[in-house]
Nanobody, 118 residues
Framework: QVQLVESGGGLVQAGGSLRLSCAASGRTFSTYRMGWYRQAPGKERDLVAR???????YYSDSVKGRFTISRTNAKNTVYLQMNSLKPEDTAVYYC????????????WGQGTQVTVSS
């Protein structure tokens, strides 16, 4: 079992920045593909960014060029640096771990709220 704990959410003005962190338990973190998802009120949970065990990244079109995902395997931690935030980025952000790289996360964090005011 892997436990994921997010931190770093909060309230920020449009144009500002936040850095989310996700700390994972367990010894096999380095082998997982890690992702950040978000869910706004009344909407589905969508993939924002993901990073493979080898460091290959993917970003949704809505955040490309503004967000950066990274990981530090020695600390069992994945990050999401969010710059140039927009009100439409407001959502609960979830960290997820994918053991098999099949795009279906096996473990989820509890989520952290990000609110961007205009």
């Amino acid at each position: 079992q892997v436990q994921l704990v997010e931190s770093g959410g909060g309230l920020v003005q449009a144009g500002g920045s936040l850095r989310l962190s996700c700390a994972a338990s367990g010894r096999t973190f380095s082998t997982y593909r890690m992702g950040w998802y978000r869910q706004a009120p009344g909407k589905e949970r969508d993939l924002v960014a993901r990073i493979s065990s080898g460091g290959t990244t993917y970003y949704s079109d809505s955040v490309k060029g503004r967000f950066t995902i990274s990981r530090t395997n020695a600390k069992n931690t994945v990050y999401l640096q969010m710059n140039s935030l927009k009100p439409e980025d407001t959502a609960v952000y979830y960290c997820a771990a994918d053991r098999n790289g099949d795009g279906r996360p096996d473990y989820w964090g509890q989520g952290t709220q990000v609110t961007v005011s205009s």
